[in-house]
């Protein structure tokens, strides 16, 4: 039997808390993170809208940075559409592979709820780093 069969799944990932629960439908950054020995991530935004929209999306880019400061786009940005149906809340995700990225990257969401009366969005998301280049992650 392999060995890495015989591991907990949490050994071969590690969860850091991207942004913390913030409303406005502004860019917001999320926190710097170092990725160093990761070559992979999921970005996950839970999303609350509020005031009725019918439409609109919230988009999730990836940045990177090499001093935790000056942050650039990396990858293209993934957009999940705002509905009627949806307009309670949602989970907008981004997965990218970052074995390119410098050592730090951050998640920038920026919410744009459209139709309704005055809609807005708040929301908090974690980043599930994969590929640790030991184990257990740390």
């Known amino acids: 039997m392999n060995q890495a069969m015989l591991r907990a799944p949490q050994e071969f ?15 917001q950054n999320g926190a710097g ?21 019918t439409g609109g999306t919230v988009t999730l880019q ?15 940005p993934v957009a999940t559409a705002i509905t009627s149906s949806n307009a309670g809340g949602l989970v907008a995700s981004l997965a990218a592979d970052v074995s390119g990225a410098r050592q730090y990257v951050r998640i920038v969401s920026t919410g744009a709820p459209t139709g309704g009366t005055s809609p807005a969005v708040t929301q908090a998301g974690t980043v599930r780093l994969y590929g640790p280049d030991r184990l257990p992650a740390l």
Do not use: C, E
């Not at 993170?33 to 929209?53: E, F, M």
């Open 62 to 76: 990836l940045q990177d940075s090499a001093d935790d400061t000056t942050f650039a786009n990396f990858g293209s």
């Open 33 to 53: 993170i170092d990725r160093t020995g990761y070559s992979s991530l999921i970005a996950d935004h839970a999303v609350s809208v509020s005031g009725a929209p």
């Open 13 to 27: 990932s590690k969860a850091v808390l991207s942004l913390a629960s913030v409303a406005g439908n502004a860019a």
